[in-house]
Each structure stands twice: as C-alpha cells, then as structure tokens.
Nanobody, 117 residues
Framework: QVQLVESGGGLVQPGGSLRLSCAASRSIFSMYAMGWYRQNPGKQRELVATMTPGGTTNYSDSVKGRFSISRDNAKNTVYLQMNTLKPEDTAVYYC???????????WGQGTQVTVSS
C-alpha cells in the first residue's frame, strides 16, 4: 500500500505561481509513473502532467509551457510547479501513482487550487 499526501494548494491571483507537492509513504518512483490530475465539480478528472519511472514527462496542451512536473527521489516527493496561472486552472489537484504493468493505482486526497482576483 502507498499513501500519497498533497500540499501547496491555495488562492492565487491570475498570473501568479504555486508549487504543489505530493509526498509518497515509501520509495516508488523507480516502479510507478507519477502524475497530477485535476477535477472540477460535475466534470471528469483530467490529466495535467505525468512522469515515467525513467523521467519522461508529458503535459496536457492546456498547461504545456506553464507547468512543470519534477521529483525528488531522496524525499519521495513529486512536485508540480504552476506558473502564469489562469482562472481556468482552478480545480482540485490530485496526485497519482500508477504501475505501468500491473493494475495498481493510488490517489492522494486532493488539494484545492483557486485562481481568482
């Protein structure tokens, strides 16, 4: 079992920045792809960014060039740096760990990001 705990959400003005953190309860980055997703009420959860165990990253078109996913293996923590935030980035952001071969998926509890003036 793996626990994922997100932090770093909050209220920010348009154009501002936030950094989300996701701390894993044990070392998993060499086996699991890590990702950030977001969801608004009544809408499907959507992919924001992912990183494979080998370090390959992928971003949704809506955040490409503004958001950056990274990880610190020593701290078992994955980050999402969000720059030039827009009101449409407002959502609950979830951290995900997915095993690329086995059907194993873990989610964090989510952290609210609100972009508003």
């Amino acid at each position: 079992q793996v626990q994922l705990v997100e932090s770093g959400g909050g209220l920010v003005q348009p154009g501002g920045s936030l950094r989300l953190s996701c701390a894993a309860s044990r070392s998993i980055f060499s086996m699991y792809a890590m990702g950030w997703y977001r969801q608004n009420p009544g809408k499907q959860r959507e992919l924001v960014a992912t990183m494979t165990p080998g370090g390959t990253t992928n971003y949704s078109d809506s955040v490409k060039g503004r958001f950056s996913i990274s990880r610190d293996n020593a701290k078992n923590t994955v980050y999402l740096q969000m720059n030039t935030l827009k009101p449409e980035d407002t959502a609950v952001y979830y951290c995900n760990a997915q095993h690329p071969i086995y059907d194993i998926n873990y989610w964090g509890q989510g952290t609210q990001v609100t972009v508003s003036s």
